[in-house]
């Protein structure tokens, strides 16, 4: 089984920058696609950011279009982990943050749909205040 455990959430004031960590553990894997997902209170899960194997060590990175120029993901095979580094933070950045890995390399993909992934974390806090 793989374990995914985020690190680095907190309370932050608008402007500011987080950095979140996504360990995974467990049984050794190479995940075809890793994401960062979010959800507020009161609204539904969204997508925000995930890096896709495009070749032997490279990936590409997609992005939600509110985080695309403040929002970093990027990835460490070595560690077996990936980080999203976010910066100029808004308060409707406030959110839960989970992190998610996919294995399968069969069937139908799409990066940005939550039901795609096959291991999540817990999730992060993170606050923006105004």
């Known amino acids: 089984q793989v374990q995914l455990v985020e690190s680095g959430g907190g309370l932050v004031q608008a402007g500011g920058s987080l950095r979140l960590s996504c360990a995974a553990s467990g049984r050794t894997f190479s995940p075809y696609a890793m994401g960062w997902f979010r959800q507020a209170p009161g609204k539904e899960r969204e997508f925000v950011a995930a890096?896709?194997?495009?070749?032997?060590?490279?990936?590409?990175?997609d992005y939600a279009d509110s985080v695309k120029g403040r929002f970093t993901i990027s990835g460490d095979n070595a560690k077996n982990a990936m980080y999203l580094q976010m910066n100029s933070l808004k308060p409707e950045d406030t959110a839960v943050y989970s992190c998610a890995a996919r294995e399968r390399r069969y069937g139908t993909f799409s990066y940005v749909r939550a039901s795609d992934y096959d291991y999540w974390g817990q999730g992060t806090q993170v606050t923006v205040s105004s």
């Open positions: 890096i896709t194997r495009s070749g032997v060590n490279s990936y590409n990175g």
